[in-house]
Structures are given as C-alpha cells and as structure tokens.
C-alpha cells in the first residue's frame, strides 16, 4: 500500500478524529507528508474534512484499495484493480487501460457521466458498485454477445448467495428483482480482422445507494432499500468477480444462455420492443443461439438483436 491508501484505511476504521501526529507516528512519516497525502485524497475527490481534533471521513462506506489488491490477487481473469473515487466513467478510464494492454478492474464510487445502452445517462451515486471488467480476449468477434449475459448470470448469483434474493434477467441487459431493476450491463468491444482486441463490460449495481424515484425511475430500486438496511458492498463484489471467473472458465456459450433463459423474466411474456429504426409488439419466445430475443408477432418470428424491450402487462 502507498501512504495514501494507508492513511485512508486508517481514517475509514477510525471512530472519531485522527490527527496529523498519530497519523505521521503510526506510519513512520513526516507530518508533511501526511498533510501531502491528504491533499492528493481531497483532490481524487475523497472528503476529508479537518478539525482541531485531527482528520476524519465524511464518508466512510468505501471500498479500500487494498482489500480490492488482495481481491484480485486470488484471481486469474485481471492482474490488478483501478481504484477511483470519483470519475465521469470507468469505462473511459478502463478504454485507456486496455488500449495499453491492462488486464485490469476499473471502480469508482461515483460517476458523473456514468452511461447505459445507447449513451443513457446511468445514475452513479456513493453506495452503488460501478465496475468496468477489461477482457484482454483474442476469440472471435461474433461470440462477444456472450459477455453481457454471463454478467447478468455471475450478478444473480452473487444476489442470491449474499442475499438470499430471487433475481430474474431481462433481455437484453438488466437484472431484476421483483420486477424492479437493480443492475444493469454495457458492453462495448474493439477488434479487427473479425478478432476482438478487448472488451470492456460495465456492471452497474444499485446496492446501497439511493434510487431516484422520479417517473423514468420508478422501475429501478436498490438492494438495500429492498431488504431495509446497508449491504457489505465488498462482500457483494468478491462474490460476483468469483462467479464470472467460474462461468468464463467452466460455462460454454451454450450454457451460458440456457442458464440465463431459466432465470428470465422475458420469455414467455407480451412485450414492445424498440430499436433504432421501428417498434412493434408480440410475444418473447426465445433465444437464439447469437443471443438475439425471437418474437412472436402477427406477422411471424421477429429476431431482435438489439433494442429496449418493454413488459406488456
């Protein structure tokens, strides 16, 4: 750990103020070094609010980046983890990241331009895990359409095993519970020559962060104001990095999607759909083998490889 991250361990687990002393004692440093520690947290954005008494954390639910170091270590996929506290997206750090061969985890507390499908503006406030995966992965362009549902499948179960709930996955990228969504998954791919070079997949999970309930917001909720109080947000990110690993290495495509299909919402259910070019309604029947949603409409078998789809009620 670099004295940044030492001392910021420290002032997340301190009940009360700690001053420049302690600190520069307990760390065998300077007190200016400290005080320059200091300011480089407050320039990342971390608030760090100082009194007589010493320093000490307006918030402190924070994932420490040396819990996230040793996290990493015990996996195969990512070599190391980019911690932020705040940015306008970790999918635009982690592009820069892959561009230079990084097989790296982006996380950010909170993003200000955090996106979805289609340049959406994503809410991204303190208490939610906003996560950019870097797959430094050479297989072929056309089996890319994987990697959101796997995500999908590796956030489900990391929901069930940490919290007991009964998630269900919605064509074409978002995780729900009770009908409400709680994640949702952005993937964006670089290749040539029908190679992929990277891909980057963004997860964005409400936990314990508080969802606007303004009208285009009434279908999102978080975890914790689901079960009524504060989930460990690293626990959840270690159970769901885990499960991606396992169903990267040991899950064919075809498994993938005939796990997702058990736990969809989708299929079976009246629903809109709407690309870029049109929209219609029918029946979600199924999923091909390239991912893309089949429905059933009037005129015959639609095959949707990209659009929103909305539940007919």
Same mark, same amino acid.
């Given at each position: 750990m670099n004295l940044k991250e030492k001392i910021l361990e420290i002032l997340v687990n301190a009940p009360s103020e700690v001053s420049g002393e302690v600190l520069a004692k307990e760390l065998y440093v300077s007190r200016t070094a400290v005080w320059k520690a200091i300011q480089g947290l407050k320039k990342e954005g971390i608030e760090i609010q100082a009194t007589k008494k010493g320093y000490f954390l307006r918030y402190k639910d924070l994932l420490l980046p040396s819990r996230l170091n040793e996290l990493v270590a015990k996996l195969t996929l990512w070599e190391k983890v980019v911690y932020k506290f705040e940015v306008s997206s970790t999918m635009d750090v982690a592009k820069k990241l892959a561009e230079r061969g990084n097989k790296a985890i982006v996380i950010a507390e909170k993003q200000t331009a955090g996106r979805g499908r289609l340049s959406r503006a994503w809410k991204s406030d303190? /208490?939610?895990?906003? !996560?950019?995966? !870097?797959?430094?992965? +050479?297989? *072929?362009? +056309? @089996?890319?359409?994987?990697? *959101?549902f796997l995500s999908a499948l590796a956030v489900a179960n990391a929901l069930k095993e940490n919290y007991k709930l009964s998630p269900t996955l919605k064509w074409p990228n978002d995780v729900l519970v009770f009908e409400k969504k709680v994640a /949702? !998954?952005?993937?964006?791919?670089k290749g040539e020559a029908d190679l992929m070079d990277y891909a980057l997949i963004g997860i964005g999970v409400n936990l314990n962060n508080k969802v606007s309930q303004e009208p285009f917001e009434?279908?999102?909720? =978080?975890?914790?104001? @689901?079960? /009524? +109080? +504060?989930v460990d947000r690293f626990a959840f990110l270690s159970s769901l990095l885990q499960n991606f690993e396992a169903l990267y290495f040991n =899950?064919?495509?075809?498994?993938i999607l005939r796990e997702w299909k058990s736990l969809s919402s989708t299929l079976g259910r009246p629903v809109k759909v709407k690309t870029l070019n049109e929209s219609f309604e029918g029946v979600a029947l199924d999923l091909d083998d390239d991912g893309a949603l089949l429905v059933q409409t009037e005129a015959g078998i639609r095959k949707v490889y990209s659009g929103d789809c909305f539940y007919l009620r």
């Amino acid at each position: 750990m670099n004295l940044k991250e030492k001392i910021l361990e420290i002032l997340v687990n301190a009940p009360s103020e700690v001053s420049g002393e302690v600190l520069a004692k307990e760390l065998y440093v300077s007190r200016t070094a400290v005080w320059k520690a200091i300011q480089g947290l407050k320039k990342e954005g971390i608030e760090i609010q100082a009194t007589k008494k010493g320093y000490f954390l307006r918030y402190k639910d924070l994932l420490l980046p040396s819990r996230l170091n040793e996290l990493v270590a015990k996996l195969t996929l990512w070599e190391k983890v980019v911690y932020k506290f705040e940015v306008s997206s970790t999918m635009d750090v982690a592009k820069k990241l892959a561009e230079r061969g990084n097989k790296a985890i982006v996380i950010a507390e909170k993003q200000t331009a955090g996106r979805g499908r289609l340049s959406r503006a994503w809410k991204s406030d303190l /208490g939610g895990l906003w !996560i950019t995966l !870097i797959l430094l992965d +050479k297989r *072929p362009l +056309k @089996y890319a359409f994987v990697f *959101p549902f796997l995500s999908a499948l590796a956030v489900a179960n990391a929901l069930k095993e940490n919290y007991k709930l009964s998630p269900t996955l919605k064509w074409p990228n978002d995780v729900l519970v009770f009908e409400k969504k709680v994640a /949702g !998954i952005l993937l964006e791919v670089k290749g040539e020559a029908d190679l992929m070079d990277y891909a980057l997949i963004g997860i964005g999970v409400n936990l314990n962060n508080k969802v606007s309930q303004e009208p285009f917001e009434q279908r999102a909720i =978080s975890v914790s104001e @689901y079960l /009524g +109080k +504060k989930v460990d947000r690293f626990a959840f990110l270690s159970s769901l990095l885990q499960n991606f690993e396992a169903l990267y290495f040991n =899950s064919s495509m075809q498994e993938i999607l005939r796990e997702w299909k058990s736990l969809s919402s989708t299929l079976g259910r009246p629903v809109k759909v709407k690309t870029l070019n049109e929209s219609f309604e029918g029946v979600a029947l199924d999923l091909d083998d390239d991912g893309a949603l089949l429905v059933q409409t009037e005129a015959g078998i639609r095959k949707v490889y990209s659009g929103d789809c909305f539940y007919l009620r």
